[in-house]
């Protein structure tokens, strides 16, 4: 997903990274690991450094002879650095915004290092995410980097200890599919994995339902064995454990048993199904709460949400009473309630509503009409739930019925920010982009979009 | 898919995180007081004072973390030893910018980087961590020891007051 900037964030993302990369390695002096104890002389060099603020860095070479002139502290010059790693900040990419940071135990020293997703900047209206993404891991030696192509959708996974190497994995989603990376040797490397069971999360062109699972035992594909029905139920699946051998990814002898079409990982022995005296109350439609590993964090750490039933079920909504929303970030968690009404979504894709900084956590409610959004912040220290308006357009997606309070409406994340198109102008949509002002979500206008069969705005 | 790959080996030392770091955190410097010299000058400060807790350090990522603090409260210092200096400084002595640094800057960028120096020493250190070392809200709360309300708020009046300079400059150029 791309994170969209505005113009003016654009110049100046541009015009600092010109300005610092007019500073090259040729134009310092020789470097040397400083002495702790030569710190604090320097009376000639702040006179000289005020001095010198008339010179302009345009000249680098000839900042750099009077540095070295007027520098008695300089030391003496040693011999070039060899050739390191990538320096963090270089390379394709480096300067593209954050789209997600994690952290990651890839050597499996007991010490995690951080994980960057970053996506080109460049700004398209496109639903589907169409993107180009840099994925780099701070190892102790330098940063290592990935530049993918146009795809839909990257996203980084939180990553998994998959038996037969000793760190972590590091997940990538990809579209529908997902990417393994390891440390083999003493290097990031995609694992090979064969074509088949496949790791995605779709339908397969046979109906076959398929998912991967990551959690404490490791990575597993599993795979309805039938194609599986358009409602929920109950299906017969098959389920591959993933290890790692060498750069590879082997898949394990499979296991039958039986899974929910609406929570396909989570696989079950086939005789437990309707074993089970149901009642709505006893066994809601939805998982009573489900861990939600998100793509937010706050002060490096991810954030986990669940959602919380607190009352009865009538059907597949909650009919009364409320869902509360829980966040946990380390030792500490937040909740808010929710009123009732509507099959509560979480999303594990964070909302960035403002220049780029935290995420919100998205919550949806699907009834009748569509499916309406309420977006969660951590505003000084507190999870507030953002207000929005109560006049069109509104946060939400309508069912396709002409005749509800939603009708016409669609909305949809691309690099992370909200967009509501609605209305008809033209032959396009009016499309709003929904920002934080205060505590509450406005909607902006940006234009007017037309779109294609691709579901791609294009200006009309 | 191009990939870099890296080889992995024993823990990283001071001179291994100079030798990866020193170029970015003097252009980091250098974007905050606009001056290679003193820029060189406040990192080599800067890895001066983290020899000594280089032991206490493992994570790398702490250590970049560590000096990109140092580096930016450095750089704060230094230019408020600059404004000290410039008071010994001749007042017939214009500020005036070398011809050749239209060479080497598009005029675009030294229009942005002419109006960013304009603003107050807080708003340019969150818009160049945030836009350029392209941190996270929470790690610029870090490196300037406040708030992260106080990052939105800033980086908010911030980017206003680059528009509202960039503006102003636009019309007096017609």
Redesign the interface.
């Given at each position: 997903m791309t994170e969209p900037m505005t113009t003016?964030?654009q110049?100046?993302?541009?015009?600092?990274?010109?300005?610092?990369?007019?500073?090259?390695?040729a134009?310092?002096?020789p470097?040397?690991?400083?002495?702790?104890e030569?710190?604090g002389h320097?009376p000639l060099?702040?006179?000289?450094?005020?001095?010198?603020?008339?010179?302009?860095?345009?000249?680098?070479y000839a900042?750099?002879q009077?540095?070295n002139a007027?520098?008695p502290q300089r030391p003496p010059a040693t011999a070039p650095?060899?050739p390191?790693?990538?320096?963090?900040?270089?390379?394709e990419g480096a300067?593209?915004?954050?789209a997600t940071?994690g952290r990651i135990d890839l050597?499996g020293d007991g010490?995690d290092?951080?994980m960057r997703l970053?996506t080109d900047p460049t700004v398209s209206l496109n639903p589907m995410g169409y993107t180009r993404a840099r994925l780099e891991v701070?190892?102790?030696?330098?940063?290592?980097?990935?530049?993918?192509?146009n795809a839909p959708a990257y996203h980084l996974e939180d990553p998994v200890d998959i038996p037969g190497s000793k760190g972590q994995e590091l997940l990538l989603g990809v579209g529908t599919s997902l990417e393994v990376f390891s440390?083999v040797d003493?290097?990031?490397?995609?694992l090979e994995a064969p074509a088949d069971p496949p790791l995605m999360r779709r339908t397969d062109k046979e109906g076959r339902s398929v998912t991967w699972v990551a959690d404490q035992d490791g990575l597993a594909t599993v795979r309805s064995i039938a194609p599986v029905p358009a409602t929920d139920g109950d299906v017969a699946v098959q389920r591959w454990a993933w290890r790692v051998s060498g750069s590879t990814l082997v898949p394990g002898d499979s296991s039958t048993g039986c899974a929910s079409v609406l929570d396909l990982g989570t696989v079950v022995s086939c005789n437990a199904v309707g074993d089970q005296s149901l009642s709505p109350v006893d066994l809601p439609s939805f998982p009573m709460s489900v861990d939600v590993h998100t793509f937010i964090?706050?002060?490096?750490q991810p954030v986990t949400a669940r959602l919380i039933p607190r009352a009865g079920l009538a059907g597949d909504f909650v009919a009364a009473g409320d869902v509360r929303l829980e966040a946990t970030v380390g030792d500490h968690t937040w909740q808010v309630d929710l009123p009732a009404g509507g099959v509560p979504r979480l999303y594990d894709r964070g909302v960035l509503t403002?220049?780029?900084?935290?995420r919100g956590i998205l919550v949806g409610r699907e009834g009748i009409d569509g499916e309406t959004f309420q977006v969660f912040y951590f505003?000084?220290g507190q999870l507030v739930m953002l207000d929005v308006p109560h006049t069109k357009p509104y946060l939400a997606t309508s069912s396709g019925d002409a005749g509800s309070p939603l009708a016409g409406m669609r909305t949809w994340m691309h690099g992370s920010r909200l967009y509501t198109a609605y209305g008809e102008v033209r032959n396009g949509q009016n499309v709003y982009m929904w920002e934080l002002d205060g505590t509450a979500l406005k909607p902006t206008l940006i234009g007017t979009y037309c779109f294609d069969q691709d579901q791609v705005g294009h200006p009309c | 898919m191009s990939t870099t790959l890296v080889a992995f080996g024993p823990a990283v030392r001071v001179e291994d995180l100079y030798a990866q770091h020193r170029l970015s955190l003097v252009r980091l410097a250098m974007l905050l007081v606009d001056d290679v010299q003193s820029a060189e000058d406040v990192v080599q400060d800067a890895f001066a004072g983290f020899v000594s807790k280089a032991n206490r350090l493992r994570d790398s990522e702490a250590a970049l973390g560590y000096l990109r603090v140092s580096v930016v409260n450095g750089s704060r210092s230094a230019l408020r030893r600059r404004r000290t200096a410039r008071a010994y400084i001749p007042p017939h002595e214009p500020d005036r910018p070398d011809p050749s640094d239209h060479a080497v800057l598009a005029d675009e960028h030294r229009e942005v980087i002419a109006a960013l120096k304009r603003l107050a020493p807080r708003q340019r250190e969150v818009l160049v961590l945030r836009y350029w070392s392209g941190l996270s809200e929470a790690e610029i709360a870090a490196a300037l020891g406040i708030s992260k309300g106080s990052v939105k708020s800033t980086a908010s009046r911030a980017m206003d007051a680059l528009e509202s300079l960039l503006t102003s400059t636009k019309e007096a150029q017609r």
């Open positions: 003016l964030e110049r100046l993302s541009a015009a600092l990274d010109a300005r610092a990369h007019q500073v090259t390695e134009d310092l002096g470097g040397e690991v400083p002495d702790p030569r710190r320097r060099l702040i006179l000289a450094a005020a001095a010198c603020t008339t010179l302009v860095i345009g000249v680098p900042v750099a009077i540095h007027q520098s650095p060899t390191t790693p990538t320096a963090p900040g270089t390379g300067d593209w915004p954050i940071v050597d010490t290092e951080t970053r701070s190892l102790p030696e330098g940063t290592v980097y990935t530049v993918f192509g440390l003493g290097e990031l490397k995609q964090t706050v002060d490096h403002t220049y780029g900084y935290d505003i000084d | -």
